[in-house]
Structure formats: structure tokens, C-alpha cells
T-cell receptor, first 116, second 114 residues
């Protein structure tokens, strides 16, 4: 199997606070994980590529100081949304590639963030 | 031109029919192609991957790849109402920026009616 979990599944926070989202590969090791954001009725937008033990690679237009990514182990990557604002409200989804595997990405269930 | 293009739909088919979903991509050196299914409010689920020209069948699903035409498709036979979802085409390749990443199309919404 290839199971990816995310925690929390949903979170409501106040404007100006920070929120951390965890992404775990449960039954495989993942050197590379990805973070996506999806607004209603839109497609997935890649935010950043997270590599274990190194700095994340951010897509153009994504603020690295606002969206902090830490990939500290082969099974865990975290995304911290700092100083969240209502426009950050979205569906955040992580995915992972099996270490030594193909390019197939396995997605977590997603985290719905609402900033009030 | 968008990197990965799909018709947004909705594509409406009767139960039991064949649903045909199409996708074109812009990067000639792309090597890996995927179809994901996404139900409303849920994350994408991988249903097919294809790496070489031709057809690949898995149950009711058949993926077709034509690299010369930069075209990939997904056929769903004996469509069921439970197949109603958005289908995302994804292409992996060496895009601008110099590293591999998966680019998603906007998705095609499929509606299978009884």
C-alpha cells in the first residue's frame, strides 16, 4: 500500500496566528513530499517540493517565509502557515513519492484551513 | 498555452456507457503520465499511470498515450454513478525551473446518470 495521512483534517484559526499541518507516509519512506493548495472549483496548485534533510523548493509566487516547510524525517513533512489571513483559507493537500520508486504521487486526505 | 489542458466538462454519460476523457500536454520530453480521480471535497486518488505509447488497461479503466501527438486519454467502460467525479490529468517532466514536478490539468468533471 501507499498510505499518506494528514493532521489535522480541518482547522479554524484567527487571523494573525500560525497553523501547523503534518503530513505522514504511514507504510513507506518518502524522500520527497509535495504541498498543494486548492481553492474551490479550481485545480491543484503546487506550492513547494519538500526533500528530506534539505530546504524546500518553492514555486514562483509562494512566500517561503509565510509557508514554512520542514521535512525532518523520511516519513514526516510539516507545513506551517505563519500569520494566517483569511485569504489563506484553502484546502491544503500533501503528497509523497516512495523512496526509490516511480514518480507516482500518493496524496493525503487534505487539511481544510479556515482563517477568521 | 497551458502546460496540461483538459476540457472542464461536465461530461455527461448514461450508466453503462463508455466515458472518454482527454488531455494534451505541451512538454515533448515528458515521460510519466497519470490520471487521478477527485471526489468533491476530497483529495485526489491515483487510478492510472502510463509511461509508454499505447494502451494500458486496469479493470474498467484504459489509459492511452500518444507521445507524438502529446495526448493522453482515459476510457472508463461500463460507467457507474459512483464514477461521477473530477478526473485530473497529471504529467511529470522537466519543466521550467529545471527539476521534475507533476503538473495537473484543471480537471474534467464527469457525471454518470442512471
Amino acid at each position: 500500500g501507499a498510505v499518506v495521512s494528514q493532521h489535522p483534517s480541518w482547522v479554524i484559526c484567527k487571523s494573525g496566528t500560525s497553523v501547523k499541518i503534518e503530513c505522514r507516509s504511514l507504510d513507506f519512506q518518502a524522500t520527497t513530499m509535495f504541498w498543494y493548495r486548492q481553492f474551490p472549483k479550481q485545480s491543484l496548485m503546487l506550492m513547494a517540493t519538500s526533500n528530506e534533510g534539505s530546504k524546500a523548493t518553492y514555486e514562483q509566487g509562494v512566500e517561503k517565509d509565510k509557508f514554512l516547510i520542514n521535512h525532518a524525517s523520511l516519513t514526516l513533512s510539516t507545513l506551517t502557515v505563519t500569520s494566517a489571513h483569511p485569504e489563506d483559507s484553502s484546502f491544503y493537500i500533501c503528497s509523497a513519492i516512495k523512496t526509490g520508486g516511480s514518480y507516482e504521487q500518493y496524496f493525503g486526505p487534505g487539511t481544510r484551513l479556515t482563517v477568521t | 498555452q497551458k502546460e496540461v489542458e483538459q476540457n472542464s466538462g461536465p461530461l455527461s454519460v448514461p450508466e453503462g456507457a463508455i466515458a472518454s476523457l482527454n488531455c494534451t500536454y505541451s512538454d515533448r520530453v515528458s515521460q510519466s503520465f497519470f490520471w487521478y480521480r477527485q471526489y468533491s471535497g476530497k483529495s485526489p486518488e491515483l487510478i492510472m499511470s502510463i509511461y509508454s505509447n499505447g494502451d494500458k488497461e486496469d479493470g474498467r479503466f484504459t489509459a492511452q498515450l500518444n507521445k507524438a501527438s502529446q495526448y493522453v486519454s482515459l476510457l472508463i467502460r461500463d460507467s457507474q454513478p459512483s464514477d461521477s467525479a473530477t478526473y485530473l490529468c497529471a504529467v511529470n517532466g522537466l519543466w521550467a525551473g529545471g527539476y521534475n514536478k507533476l503538473i495537473f490539468g484543471a480537471g474534467t468533471r464527469l457525471a454518470v446518470h442512471p
